[in-house]
């Protein structure tokens, strides 16, 4: 009688364990929403001219500047790189749009810092997440540190860029690949951010984005408390071996799995939204969060790619060119960063001493947050207007 009472709790487990799968499944899908509405609340709060903000860009250092702001407050760099794809087509000059790629690549890891929030009653957990996402801001500052002087002074990347658009520019435009044919992610959560929208469409558009913006983060918050907590029971045994498999087993598997993520969500700032709960909830350590991060920079250039095949005539290579660029940028970076001992530990081990003072002084984030993404460009700005 006593060994059949020990066998009965296995069906019971597995059937939880689907629920918990489902219930993080179904969590995933309202970040996914979440974000969607900051981006949209943006653009509705400023009027809709969220390209306005590219004008100020008149040399390549405010242009870099333009770029972080315009990715951190539109929250998707998949958004900005297709705008400036749009604009070099229109007669935007590549000095001015390279570096506002580059920035874009700063603005865009903005989405995980916020998402690390979620774990903030947390003291240990905290410091995981915030370090995890703060490794994508340390390593894009660094790429662009490294490789914006570079860039000006010898032009590698252009010239790259444009030797490739040589070759693939007129093929790729003639297959007549449309954007909107691989966005099924935008097209999954359309039905619930449109009904937040007809909810709301009484309030002016100001006040609308705003609210927007507020559900966005309100919900954010939520999603990543109640995911850590689901993964902290699922992330055991078997299921953390698959994981590990899939992410873990070496920077090159980490970085695929970061970019083929990234292609599906059209988005690097889902993406490594996605993992800081996980390395908040200790289910995946900084080794395995680190390339994962990688691969979700180069993931979030295929949106440009797409978005340079919808260009047609005598600017369509300078589109294509434009995007390509932002995927040499990025896979550039990785080979400079990463292959160099001494500059591959540089991002980590900014992100980890960061985590450690946000543990002890909970005001930090909020002042990283509002100098890295929004005061130190906007100062820029506001110096080169006074001078320049």
Do not use: C
Not at 16 to 29: E, F, P, Q, R
Not at 143 to 165: D, K, R, T
Not at 318 to 346: C, E, G, V
Request: proline residues 4%; neutral net charge.
């Amino acid at each position: 009688m006593e060994t059949a009472k020990t066998n009965i709790p296995d069906k019971p487990d597995r059937s939880g364990n689907l629920i918990k799968w489902i219930a993080v499944s179904s969590l995933i899908y309202l970040l996914l929403v979440a974000v969607a509405l900051i981006g949209d609340g943006f653009k509705l709060s400023t009027g809709g001219a969220a390209e306005q903000l590219f004008s100020f860009a008149t040399n390549p250092v405010i242009a870099l500047m333009v770029g972080v702001v315009a990715t951190a407050a539109i929250q998707s760099s998949s958004t900005v790189t297709s705008i400036i794809v749009g604009l070099v087509a229109g007669g935007l000059p590549l000095a001015i749009a390279i570096p506002m790629i580059m920035g874009a690549n700063i603005g865009t890891s903005l989405t995980s810092t916020i998402v690390s929030l979620g774990h903030v009653r947390s003291g240990e957990e905290f410091e995981r997440a915030f370090s995890a996402a703060t490794v994508h801001d340390s390593f894009n500052v660094l790429a662009v540190l490294l490789l914006f002087p570079i860039e000006l002074m010898f032009h590698p990347l252009e010239n790259a860029s444009l030797w490739l658009a040589g070759f693939f520019a007129s093929d790729i435009a003639a297959a007549g690949v449309s954007i909107s044919s691989f966005n099924i992610i935008a097209i999954a959560i359309e039905p619930p951010v449109n009904a937040f929208l007809w909810v709301t469409g009484a309030l002016v558009d100001v006040w609308q984005g705003l609210l927007l913006i507020v559900a966005g983060i309100a919900l954010i918050l939520f999603v990543i408390h109640s995911v850590g907590k689901i993964l902290k029971k699922l992330m055991t045994g078997r299921a953390l071996e698959i994981l590990n498999n899939a992410v873990g087993r070496g920077p090159i598997s980490g970085m695929g799995a970061g970019g083929i993520i990234t292609v599906m969500v059209q988005s690097s700032s889902t993406t490594t939204a996605l993992i800081v709960p996980m390395a908040g909830s200790g289910v995946m350590t900084m080794k395995q969060v680190y390339p994962f991060t990688l691969g979700a920079n180069l993931g979030t250039t295929v949106t440009a790619l797409l978005a340079a095949t919808a260009i047609t005539g005598s600017t369509a290579i300078l589109a294509f060119q434009i995007a390509l660029l932002h995927m040499l940028f990025n896979l550039t970076a990785i080979l400079l960063i990463f292959s160099i001992p001494f500059l591959r530990n540089i991002p980590p081990n900014i992100a980890e001493k960061m985590a450690s003072v946000t543990q002890k002084n909970k005001w930090f984030v909020g002042a990283y947050i509002i100098t890295l993404f929004f005061l130190v460009p906007l100062s820029v700005l506001g110096i080169s207007e006074l001078f320049f």
